[in-house]
């Protein structure tokens, strides 16, 4: 299924499974003026088809014991693909990193990681960074305020 395919219902029906996607389906389907065993279909159309890739609880950094968040920039030294495959592997296996994206520019990976203080994160940089061979490089950048932290997406 394309974004294309998407109609209003199934829009209105993302909407509200990012704000909360513990709303029940009857209150759903009468928000967007369907029947519950259409909702019902839809979402699990919406699931299968890969739209909605996981129904998950966001959690207090802070309140769980882990009030740092770590922004970090790596480069590699070689782009070869089994070498950057096995970064992204590695990268991707650490409960700590949050976020992990293969980019374009002067650095190779933009990496989030999720601590509880700096001598957590001093081991991860040993586990992560300095244990692997083909990382070239790594600026750490600690975030002062959680301005914004999201996963909802714009379906309209």
Do not use: W
Request: charged share 30%.
């Amino acid at each position: 299924m394309a974004a294309a395919d998407l109609d209003s219902f199934d829009r209105k029906i993302l909407r509200i499974l990012q704000r909360d996607n513990m709303t029940s389906q009857r209150e759903i389907a009468y928000q967007v003026n369907l029947s519950a065993a259409a909702v019902h279909r839809r979402i699990h159309r919406l699931h299968a088809d890969g739209i909605v890739t996981a129904n998950m609880a966001v959690l207090s950094p802070s309140k769980i014991g882990r009030p740092i968040s770590v922004i970090v920039e790596l480069e590699v030294e070689s782009e070869r693909p089994e070498e950057l495959d096995q970064v992204k592997r590695s990268l991707a296996a650490a409960p700590e990193v949050q976020q992990c994206y293969y980019v374009t520019g002067e650095v190779d990976f933009i990496v989030i990681v999720s601590v509880a203080d700096m001598s957590e994160y001093e081991e991860i940089t040993k586990r992560l960074f300095f244990a692997n061979p083909n990382i070239k490089k790594f600026r750490t950048y600690v975030a002062m305020d959680r301005v914004k932290t999201s996963f909802e997406m714009p379906v309209d």
